[in-house]
Nanobody
C-alpha cells in the first residue's frame, strides 16, 4: 500500500517562497511517477508539476520559472519549491503518484495525499 503525506503549506506574502514535501511510504517510490496538483475554491484540480521516476520534469505554463519539482529517492520524498508566489497560487496542493508513468493533466495516478493549504496574501 502506498501512502502519501504532504507538509509545508502555510500563509506567505506575495513574492515569498515555500517548499512543499510529500513523504511516500512503501518500497516502490523509485518506480513511481510523481506530481503536484492544486485546487482553488470553485475551480477544477489542475496539474502544477510532475517528475518521472528517472527525473524528467514537466510544468504548467503558469508556474514555469517559479516552481521546481524534485525528488529524493533515498528519502522517499517529493518536493515542490515555490518562489515568487502570487495570490493566484492560493490553493490546496496535493501530491499524486502513478506506477510506471507520470501524472498529467488528464491521467492521474491512483494514490493521493490529503492536501496542504497554501495561501498567498498580504
Amino acid at each position: 500500500q502506498v501512502q502519501l503525506v504532504e507538509s509545508g503549506g502555510g500563509l506567505v506574502q506575495p513574492g515569498g517562497s515555500l517548499r512543499l514535501s510529500c513523504a511516500v511510504s512503501g518500497s516502490i517510490f523509485r518506480l513511481l511517477g510523481m506530481g503536484w496538483y492544486r485546487q482553488a475554491p470553485g475551480k477544477q484540480r489542475e496539474l502544477v508539476a510532475a517528475v518521472t521516476s528517472g527525473g524528467s520534469t514537466n510544468y504548467a505554463d503558469s508556474v514555469k520559472g517559479r516552481f521546481t519539482v524534485s525528488r529524493d529517492n533515498a528519502k522517499n520524498t517529493l518536493y515542490l519549491q515555490m518562489n515568487s508566489l502570487k495570490p493566484e497560487d492560493t490553493a490546496v496542493y496535493y501530491c499524486n503518484a502513478i506506477p510506471y508513468g507520470i501524472p498529467t493533466s488528464t491521467v492521474r495516478g491512483p494514490y493521493w495525499g490529503q492536501g496542504t493549504q497554501v495561501t498567498v496574501s498580504s
